[in-house]
T-cell receptor, first 113, second 111 residues
Framework: ETGVTQSPTHLIKTRGQQVTLRCSSQ?????VSWYQQALGQGPQFIFQYYREEENGRGNFPPRFSGLQFPNYSSELNVNALELDDSALYLC????????????FGEGSRLTVL | DAKTTQPNSMESNEEEPVHLPCNHS???????IHWYRQLPSQGPEYVIH???SNVNNRMASLAIAEDRKSSTLILHRATLRDAAVYYC????????????FGGGTRLMVKP
């Protein structure tokens, strides 16, 4: 059974650029959530996708957007990058949209200069 | 959102039991209590969750107070691999998979 995989693992962007992060969910999971973790803090919920539709959103601006594909993999897009967007971005998949049992990937470390 | 309070850090000796406390005095009747842990350089890992009754699984036990205003995660025999940040999280049944992480407890395990 393949776990949650994310790519890229590390990347560096400059302020104002756009970034796309990718996530392959665990086999059999139909729900994907994205979290942002700043250095030294706990993860913060960005949004959740269930069967290709956004199914919940945290306190993040519209320049954070996402997609979920028919195979339940997912993308997180961030436009107009700001310095404060530097963080570890975590993807998590689950069997359904309300189980609370999430399987996290190892994250994509984004640095914005 | 209901909040949780955990000690910033705790220390344990290897092969001894560890009791990690969590206070959640404003918990509502529809809040589940979840525990996750995060090892260095890894994503969080699900540990256990419960609603009212104590729960056991292969990783840990969760003891929930009768009034549900506090809970304790019990690691029966700490190993060096258990050194991590442990997060106690309340999740409303209607909140989907939205987890609100706090600061957590950093557990250090001494050999």
């Amino acid at each position: 059974e393949t776990g949650v995989t994310q790519s890229p693992t590390h990347l560096i962007k400059t302020r104002g650029q756009q970034v796309t992060l990718r996530c392959s969910s665990q086999s059999g999971h139909n729900t994907v959530s994205w979290y942002q973790q700043a250095l030294g803090q706990g993860p913060q919920f960005i949004f959740q996708y269930y069967r290709e539709e956004e199914n919940g959103r945290g306190n993040f601006p519209p320049r954070f957007s996402g997609l979920q594909f028919p195979n339940y993999s997912s993308e997180l897009n961030v436009n107009a990058l700001e310095l404060d967007d530097s963080a570890l971005y975590l993807c998590a998949s689950s069997f359904d949209r309300g189980s609370g049992e999430l399987f996290f990937g190892e994250g994509s470390r984004l640095t914005v200069l | 959102d209901a909040k949780t309070t955990q000690p910033n850090s705790m220390e344990s000796n290897e092969e001894e039991p560890v009791h990690l406390p969590c206070n959640h005095s404003t918990i509502s009747g529809t809040d589940y209590i979840h525990w996750y842990r995060q090892l260095p350089s890894q994503g969080p890992e699900y540990v256990i969750h419960g609603l009212t009754s104590n729960v056991n699984n292969r990783m840990a036990s969760l003891a929930i107070a009768e009034d549900r205003k506090s809970s304790t995660l019990i690691l029966h025999r700490a190993t060096l691999r258990d050194a991590a940040v442990y997060y106690c999280i309340l999740r409303d049944i209607d909140a989907g998979n939205m987890l609100t992480f706090g600061g957590g407890t950093r557990l250090m395990v001494k050999p």
